[in-house]
Every structure is written in structure tokens, then in C-alpha cells.
């Protein structure tokens, strides 16, 4: 995103000024990411309740969980119809949720219609980043990947959801890796999957085979060389500067077609769908981070065809870990949780070769769609949303409601 910069510094040359300033209009909550968490300012901000938990996970880690409990019409006295849980994906956050105006966010979608929302932040994002014991300073704090997320983060996130909610089961929604991590904990843990009634995936990635995301060019480099570009802990965590380029750059009407650019190439090009007045707030909270060993793990994805746990590097460590030589295979033909899935023609991360190799693989497929202009992120940004998803998703929680 440097070339933006510069851009823009010339854009502000004398001259340039006063027609650069008139097309300038910058959203609020595109800085509500600054003094406190964007995702209960942008709650409040929009006029809805929330409550904030910390999750503590078995193995330590503190994740930031938000709460929805009702809409804005709506009485907390009066019962919610059920509990939905919410799970972004890879280096992203829950604020992908709630970024969009009320009218065209899930969160508040579901939360005007009756629902008691949750919102989950995997474990070294922006908004969980803390631990028990371990520094995020630290090489063994950002020893994770997939793995743990599905082992350790959505037990522990669902067991306190349904705790505090009183309820037996939930909702399960999530998005790419989101979709990923929910096949792989309710295929290893059964117990789990009976908590869910039933999972919707968004853009669902089980293999990452025939993926045309520019990361894919990652997977070419060794782990050593990987870990000499990014080191290992932390990848691809918000920066000042973008945090710039997002409020200065972006906000501007003649860099919309670079800026959305940028993020079409990222995840497929659709540009009659996003709201470009919006662009400031997207860029601002689009990177949220992740370890440098979980994108290591959708590398080796990428390069197997498959989903198996993380590969250690050797055969010791693996041992250790699995007691196993190799790591192993994630069956997910064993998840029994009733699954509806939608997939996008444009999307260049959950191609849809991969998608047609998996949907065989779901042992109880209640749904699919196919929507053949969608990109990766039009399941949350995407302005037809309400229309092409979100009522047919929110018509089959009102069915099974009352199962």
C-alpha cells in the first residue's frame, strides 16, 4: 500500500490542493479503531446494545467477544428466538460484521430481527491479543495456527456463549477461515457439534488447492525464507500507515478506483457491489493479524491439496505433537452438523474448484448457492448481501428455531 502514499503526496501538490479537498469525506468510525475497540464503538455508535467477555481459552490465550443481546427495536426483557455466533476469517476481525451500514450488516441484521449476536475475535488479532502467562513479545505467544483455533478458541468461546445465554445450542456463521476452523472442531469433536444447530459457511475453505489469492506466491518460499521476510510472530497487523492511507488516501473520490483495486486483487473483482463511500472504514479495520505459523499452515495447504494439521518440520516435533510421524489428515466426512454453504463465481481464495471438491465432502448439506459475481469479500461487504444471502440465512434459523 506504499505506492498510495506517494500517490497521494502528489495529489497534494500546490495546486492540487483545493480539488484533492473537495472530494474528501471521511466516515467516523474509520478511526474508531484509534482510542478504543472500533467493534463496541461502531455498536454503540449505530444506537445498538452490546457486551464485551473475555474468553480465556485451556491453553491461556484471552479472546475479545462481543454481544449483541437484542436491536434497537427491541426490549431486553423480551426472549430472544436463539443464539448466533459469528467468526471472521484469516487476519481479519468481528469488525467485518458490523463495518457496513446497519441496513446491510449481518450483526445488526440479526440483531433487529430477534437474535442474541456474538461476535468472536480469533486468538492474536487486534482485539485478542492478551494471555494468561505468555507476552505477545514473545516467539511461544504466536506459536499457533489452525489448529489451536479449532481446538482451543471455539470450545471455549461457544461453552461460555451458551453459558451466558442460557441456551442448549446456537447458530454457527462464519466466514473463510472461519468456515475452516468450524470443519475442522466439529469433524475432531463431537461433543461440540451437538451444540450446533446448524452451520452456515460463507465463501467455505477446507482446501486451498486451486486457490488464485496473490499470497498464493508465498507458498513458493521456504519456511526459512518466510520467517526471514516476516519473522515468527506476528503478520500483517494494522499499521499507521495504513491506518493513513485509509483516512487520507482513500476517503478521497479519485483514489477509490486504486483503492478498491487493491482489494479486489486481494479477493476478486466485483465493483458494482461495494460501497465505495465506505472504503475508508474497510481499509481501516481490514487487517487485524495473525501468527507468521498460521499462514505458514495455509502455505503447506496450499501446497498438499489437503487439511491436515500443521506440519512441525520434523519428525520429533511431530511426534510430540501428534503422536505421529506426519500430521494428520482432518476427516471432515465425520461432521454431522446440518451445513448450508455459499460460494462466489469472482472469488479467487475459495476457488471454485476446491469448492466443488468439497461440497461432496459434507455429509449433511441442507443448502448451497452459488452466486456467480461474488467475490471473497461480498459475503460481508457486499451491498446485495441482504438480498443474495442474509434473508434465506435468517428464513433457516426461523425454521429450525422452532425445531
Known amino acids: 500500500m506504499r505506492w498510495l502514499l506517494a ?33 463496541s464503538q461502531i455498536i454503540s455508535y449505530w444506537g445498538y446494545p452490546y457486551e464485551k467477555y473475555d474468553v480465556v481459552t485451556e491453553d491461556g490465550y484471552i479472546l475479545g467477544t462481543y454481544r449483541i443481546p437484542h436491536g434497537k427495536g427491541c426490549s431486553r426483557k423480551t426472549a430472544p428466538k436463539a443464539v448466533v455466533y459469528l467468526q471472521h476469517g484469516l487476519v481479519a476481525s468481528a469488525s467485518n460484521w458490523i463495518c457496513n451500514l446497519p441496513n446491510n450488516s449481518l450483526a445488526f441484521l440479526l440483531a433487529d430481527s430477534g437474535y442474541d449476536v456474538w461476535l468472536g475475535n480469533s486468538r492474536g488479532n487486534t ?17 499457533f495456527s489452525l489448529d489451536e483455533m479449532a481446538k482451543y478458541d471455539l470450545p471455549a468461546t461457544i ?22 476452523i468450524a470443519f475442522i472442531a466439529f469433524s475432531t469433536n463431537p461433543e461440540l457439534a451437538k451444540k450446533i444447530k446448524v452451520f452456515f459457511a460463507l465463501a467455505p475453505v477446507v482446501t486451498v488447492k486451486y486457490t488464485r489469492s496473490p499470497m498464493k506466491k508465498l507458498t513458493a518460499l521456504s519456511r526459512q525464507a ?12 494494522h499499521t499507521l500507515l495504513e491506518q ?3 483516512t487520507k488516501v482513500c476517503n478521497h ?4 478506483p486504486v483503492c478498491s483495486n487493491f482489494m479486489f486483487s486481494l479477493s476478486g473483482f466485483d465493483r458494482q457491489n461495494l460501497n465505495m463511500s465506505r472504503l475508508d472504514v474497510y481499509l481501516a479495520q ?32 511431530n511426534m510430540m505433537h501428534f503422536n505421529q510421524l506426519t500430521p494428520p489428515v482432518y476427516n471432515i466426512t465425520k461432521m454431522q452438523v446440518p451445513t448450508a454453504m455459499w460460494s462466489g463465481g469472482q472469488d479467487v481464495v475459495a476457488d471454485a474448484q476446491d469448492t466443488k471438491d468439497l461440497l461432496p465432502k459434507v455429509a449433511n448439506l441442507i443448502y448451497y448457492k452459488e452466486i456467480p459475481h461474488y467475490n471473497h469479500l461480498d459475503f460481508y461487504l457486499g451491498q446485495d448481501a441482504p438480498w443474495e444471502i442474509y ?6 434459523m426461523e425454521e429450525y428455531s422452532q425445531n
Open 7 to 39: 500517490a497521494a503526496w502528489c495529489m497534494l501538490l500546490p495546486g492540487s490542493i483545493h480539488s484533492y479537498k473537495q472530494g474528501s469525506i471521511t466516515n467516523p468510525e474509520a478511526y474508531m479503531n484509534i482510542v478504543a475497540p472500533f467493534q
Open 159 to 180: 461453552n461460555l456463549i451458551l453459558e451466558k445465554s442460557g441456551q442448549k445450542q446456537l447458530f454457527y456463521v462464519g466466514h473463510s477461515q472461519g468456515t475452516t
Open 391 to 396: 434473508q434465506d440465512l435468517i428464513r433457516m
Open 127 to 143: 482485539w485478542s491479543r492478551k494471555h494468561l502467562r505468555l507476552s505477545p513479545k514473545s516467539p511461544q505467544y504466536w506459536a
Open 244 to 246: 493513513f492511507i485509509a
Open 286 to 317: 481490514s487487517q487485524a493479524g495473525t501468527s507468521v505459523q498460521n499462514m505458514l499452515h495455509w502455505a503447506q495447504a496450499v501446497n498438499s491439496g489437503r487439511l491436515q494439521a500443521f506440519d512441525w518440520g520434523n519428525a520429533n516435533q
Open 226 to 237: 518466510v520467517k526471514m521476510l516476516f519473522g515468527d510472530k506476528m503478520f500483517s497487523s
Open 253 to 256: 473520490k479519485i483514489f477509490h
